[in-house]
């Protein structure tokens, strides 16, 4: 089970923090990682990061997100800063098993961006 909180309404140029808390399976061993979808788009990544660090991001991240996991605490967390109208989204939550099957997902958060 996979549980996102943070999200919410900012103003442009404003930050978030998106965190997500990881249940009932052994986290360490999971990819874990952010999507989002917009209104009307299809779900796309935001960013990933490996049982090892390894970390795969959108091209439009473009260093404004940071994804950071804390396996003792099996949470993964997302900061956003410089968002942008183009940042609302829906955001999920994912985490995918590296050493065999198990994709799962949390039910989403939403991000507005507005002013």
């Known amino acids: 089970q996979l549980v996102e909180s943070g999200g919410g309404l900012v103003q442009p140029g404003g930050s978030l923090r998106l965190s997500c808390v990881a249940s009932?399976?052994?986290?360490?061993?999971?990819?874990m990682g952010w999507y989002r979808q917009a209104s009307g788009k299809e779900r796309e990544l935001v960013a990933t990061?490996?049982?090892?660090?390894?970390?795969n991001s959108g091209d439009f991240v473009k260093g404004r997100f940071t994804i950071s996991r804390d396996n003792a605490k099996a949470t993964v967390s997302l900061e956003m800063n410089s968002l942008q109208t183009e940042d609302k989204a829906v955001y999920y939550c994912?985490?995918?098993?590296?050493?065999?099957?198990?994709?799962?997902w949390g039910q989403g958060t939403q991000v507005t961006v507005t002013s």
């Open positions: 990061i490996t049982s090892g660090g390894r970390i």
């Open positions: 009932g399976s052994i986290f360490s061993v999971y990819t």
């Open positions: 994912n985490a995918d098993c590296e050493v065999g099957t198990g994709n799962y």
